[in-house]
């Protein structure tokens, strides 16, 4: 009921000026940590008066039901009365820290990044099963630091714990060295959504299509779209 009228209140104040006001915004903890803030900035210096809200789940709130009133997946929404954009694609590789480098050496080989401390998933059996996929793993490889949350990962990476996956753009940040570059990588396509019913409040399009453009921008200039 409560994310009802909440709902119905962003919908009666369907106005043009996107000054003030609040918007919603939902990604996961990763994107909302590492990508996000970022390119909101901008946006954010012409429109200090606009609140935003930043909700930083895994858990995939329900747009639909307009539980947020943008999102930012790397999976595509699903939901019904949904607008939906691709905005590109992260490219994702193998990376190390030259800390970690200078300990184990850099592997030759996926075998031997197999043999190598790895740092992945504990119980998240999705994630497994991706790793897996992508040759990176075997379904019983132990990891040496094994972890849900993806920004303990990148924080077990960065601080030379092992070898583990981070998008390209995030790696650059961090200094973090490249391995098997020109055999192993994959891409992850980014989507921005919204109710299709909220395009007709002014400050959640203006913010959807902002934030858009900022991603593809941000994607673009990685070479990376």
Aim: net charge negative; hydrophobic share 45%; proline share 4%.
């Amino acid at each position: 009921m409560a994310m009802a009228a909440e709902a119905f209140n962003r919908m009666a104040s369907a106005e043009t000026d996107v000054s003030c006001g609040t918007v919603r915004l939902t990604s996961s903890a990763f994107l909302g940590v590492e990508v996000l803030p970022g390119l909101i900035r901008e946006f954010h210096y012409q429109h200090s008066a606009l609140k935003l809200e930043i909700s930083i789940n895994d858990l995939l709130e329900d747009i639909s039901r307009q539980e947020s009133d943008i999102a930012v997946r790397l999976v595509r929404p699903r939901e019904t009365g949904v607008v939906v954009r691709r905005t590109g694609a992260l490219r994702v590789g193998l990376y190390a820290s030259a800390q970690c480098l200078e300990r184990y050496g850099e592997p030759a080989s996926l075998d031997a990044v197999r043999r190598a401390p790895l740092i992945g998933p504990d119980r998240r059996t999705a994630d497994l099963r991706r790793l897996v996929e992508i040759g990176l793993c075997e379904a019983d490889q132990p990891f040496s630091i094994a972890t849900d949350n993806h920004l303990a990962q990148l924080a077990a990476l960065r601080n030379g714990l092992g070898f583990g996956l981070c998008p390209a753009t995030v790696a650059a940040n961090y200094g973090l060295i490249r391995i098997l570059p020109d055999s192993f990588g994959f891409d992850v396509d980014v989507w921005i959504a919204m109710h299709n019913d909220l395009r007709k409040v002014g400050r959640i399009a203006k913010t959807f299509e902002a934030l858009g453009e900022a991603l593809n921008r941000y994607l673009e200039d990685s070479g990376q779209s």
